[in-house]
Structure formats: C-alpha cells, structure tokens
C-alpha cells in the first residue's frame, strides 16, 4: 500500500472509530449488524474470530471481498440502509488496512477490529439462533 492510499485509509479509520467510540457503539441495531455481518463472514471460512477470518484470506480473497462489500454498500446506500452501509464500511476498513504499514494506521486498525470482534462475541452470544 502507497503512503498515499495509507493517508486516506487512516483519515477514515479515524472518523469511523471515533464515530463507534462516539456514538455507534450504544446504537444497538449496528452493532448487531455489525455482529451479524462479521459473523457471516467467519463462517464461510469457519473462523472462530474476526481476526482468524482475516488470517485466512490472500490478497486476492481481500480484494474480491471489498469490491463485493463495495457494491452491497452502495446498494443499502440506495435503499437509504444507513446501517448496513456502516456496518459494511467499518469491515471493509478493517480488511483494507490488512496491509497497512503505518504504526497510526495499525493501532486504528486494531481499535476497529476489538469493536469488531466484540460484536461479532454479543451476536453469537445473545443474537445468534443455535439448533440442536
């Protein structure tokens, strides 16, 4: 990743979590969105966190995922589905700064991926319908 590109992904690391700092964390829709999502998409790779899904994907993996994120967010965008398009911004940042190299951007990642990975354990534990 260019200084450049790392500039930008940092300016929006930073405004998204001050927001889920700020606010999104107490908006319990979007953290269950969030949750929900996160949870999804560990399962296509049975992960057991946020962080071993990520572990898991090549470089192409992330890139198909965030050209797939992208068009599903413009989507909710369109449908006026603020939460969704959130909830799908913060993960694709996550999976975007996989290749940071900035130490700033790394600890911004990291602040994103705990509130990623505490929504992702409230679903499972309150949300997620188990059978059997």
């Not at 600890?107 to 309150?126: F, Q, S």
Request: a negative charge; proline letters at 1%.
């Amino acid at each position: 990743m260019n200084t450049q590109a790392e500039t930008r992904l940092l300016a929006e690391l930073t405004a998204v979590v001050a927001d889920l700092h700020s606010t999104g964390m107490a908006d319990g829709e979007a953290m269950y969105s969030l949750g929900g999502s996160a949870d999804r998409l560990c399962s296509t790779r049975d992960s057991q966190s946020w962080a071993g899904f990520k572990s898991t994907l090549t470089d192409a993996d992330t890139i198909a995922l965030l050209s797939q994120i992208d068009t599903e967010g413009n989507t909710a965008l369109k449908a006026e589905n603020g939460r969704t398009a959130y909830t799908l911004q913060a993960l694709a940042l996550s999976l975007a700064a996989v290749n940071a190299r900035q130490d700033v951007t790394l600890a911004g990642a990291a602040l994103l991926d705990a509130v990623i990975e505490a929504a992702l354990k409230n679903y499972r534990t309150h949300a997620k319908p188990t059978f059997g």
